[in-house]
């Protein structure tokens, strides 16, 4: 392959992040195809991690004996990490490289993944807490550096296009990674009851809690193994990119204008707005499918499944809602050739509000239905914000990426309010608190959609 050199001074400041863009221009140049595909594999490789993840809030509460909001602190660790490492890996990458970021980036992936082994052995929580917390710092990496990467990847008219290409990539993972919780860890974990593990502890004897012992470390091992696995997988990919040479130079930052970046960007009200927009984002969508699992169970139980049947059929719903939200990614992308971004993101975020609304007042299989139905407005979300938030950044788009990454942490505290709600059961005689939870969502959905609308003064008609 002829290698090239991109200006990225001026190419970064021509990215129009949001723009419709012009269907005779190339998304993905020949010249990049190779690396494209290469950067494009790390995004079902962080689809894959979120969303096995999802479902171990369910999981750890039952096998630890703990509560929604205790379980919770499993989103708390793992969407911790993004928040914690975005703007080191953004000074990082202006420092180095894009390429230098994301192999750094798999470097932390398979590291907190093997730190699954000593946590199953060890049969306490806080070991996993902190294997998720490494793991998601490599994901910060990753995604601080892949998704401005494939917008330098081509003309910067379709800068947006391409990375909802490549996005659309990153539900594959996610499918794979529900499928996987569902088959490999959901299914395989021991049919003992919550109230029956509860009677172990309860009953105190050493046969009894010998008992929960063997339960508890066979649940454990479920857990850790599809972890090792991805932890090879992802080794595998690191090495392949370590030794692509990647057609893009980039020029290394001499020296570090942090103060003027974050003066300009916080000055920047569209990506001020879209930092804000992406956090309640990722809130909704962690909420939308954590939640799924106690929603389902709730509504299946109540149909006469007993409590793992329920759980499995509400994790295969999880499945289906992914599915939807692949489908309507791919769809949507072609839609941006032809639309506005703010607006298509404005509708399908009042398309959220109705179905979110639907969950809470339906019962039964129309409410089971509506909360499936959400992934299908969630699919444009993510990169169409982050998008939108970068347009006009020029080179301070290396770290206006780290605080759009960073607002990931509306993943970790909006969950834990939901959770809250919940475990709040008492205070819901006459209505379901799980139902009554997705007002946070509902909430989220609203300020997406008035982001979608105020953002369009400043994309390009």
């Not at 990506?271 to 962690?286: L, N, S």
């Not at 404005?346 to 992934?375: K, Q, R």
């Amino acid at each position: 392959m002829t290698e090239q050199t991109l200006n990225t001074n001026e190419d970064k400041s021509n990215i129009q992040a949001g723009q419709v863009s012009n269907t005779s221009v190339e998304v993905v140049p020949r010249a990049y195809l190779v690396s494209f595909i290469l950067i494009t594999l790390c995004f079902p490789l962080w689809g894959f991690a979120n969303d096995i993840t999802n479902p171990l809030v369910k999981a750890f509460s039952k096998v630890l004996q703990m509560s929604t909001a205790e379980g919770t602190w499993v989103q708390v660790a793992f969407y911790g990490g993004y928040g914690a490492m975005a703007i080191p890996a953004a000074l990082f990458i202006k420092k180095f490289s894009y390429k230098a970021g994301i192999i750094l980036g798999l470097g932390f992936y398979a590291f907190g993944a093997l730190l699954f082994i000593p946590a199953a052995d060890a049969q306490a929580f806080a070991p996993f807490l902190l294997a998720f917390f490494v793991m998601t710092c490599g994901l910060s990496f990753l995604e601080t550096s892949a998704n401005p990467y494939i917008m330098l990847m081509g003309p910067p008219a379709t800068a947006t296009q391409r990375l909802n290409l490549a996005q659309a990539f990153n539900p594959v993972g996610s499918l794979l990674g529900m499928f996987v919780a569902t088959q490999f860890i959901i299914q395989k974990l021991n049919p003992t009851t919550d109230a029956e593990r509860r009677a172990l502890v309860t009953d105190g004897s050493e046969q009894a809690l010998e008992q929960l012992s063997v339960i508890t470390s066979n649940d454990l091992a479920v857990i850790r193994d599809p972890y090792l696995a991805i932890a090879v997988v992802v080794i595998f990919v690191l090495m392949v990119i370590a030794f692509k040479k990647m057609p893009i130079t980039e020029e290394k930052a001499t020296s570090l204008d942090i103060k003027g970046t974050f003066q300009r960007l916080l000055a920047n009200q569209n990506y001020r707005e879209g930092v804000i927009a992406q956090m309640f984002y990722v809130g909704a969508q962690i909420m939308t499918w954590t939640f799924i699992i106690h929603y389902g169970t709730e509504v299946f139980v109540g149909m006469g499944l007993t409590e793992q049947a329920a759980e499995a059929k509400s994790q295969m719903f999880n499945i289906y809602a992914m599915v939807i939200f692949c489908l309507s990614r791919f769809i949507c992308t072609f839609l941006l050739k032809y639309i506005n971004p703010g607006k298509l993101l404005m509708v399908l975020a009042a398309g959220g509000i109705v179905f979110t609304a639907a969950t809470i007042f339906l019962d039964g299989l129309a409410g089971m239905y509506a909360l499936v139905g959400i992934s299908a407005c969630m699919s444009l979300m993510f990169p169409t914000i982050y998008g939108i938030a970068l347009t006009g950044t020029g080179d301070d788009a290396k770290l206006g990426a780290a605080g759009l990454i960073m607002a990931i942490v509306g993943g970790t505290f909006l969950p834990m309010a939901q959770a809250s709600i919940i475990d709040m059961k008492v205070l819901f005689d006459s209505f379901s608190a799980t139902k009554a939870s997705f007002i946070l969502p509902l909430l989220c959905f609203v300020v997406i959609a008035i982001y979608g609308k105020r953002s369009q003064k400043h994309l390009p008609k």
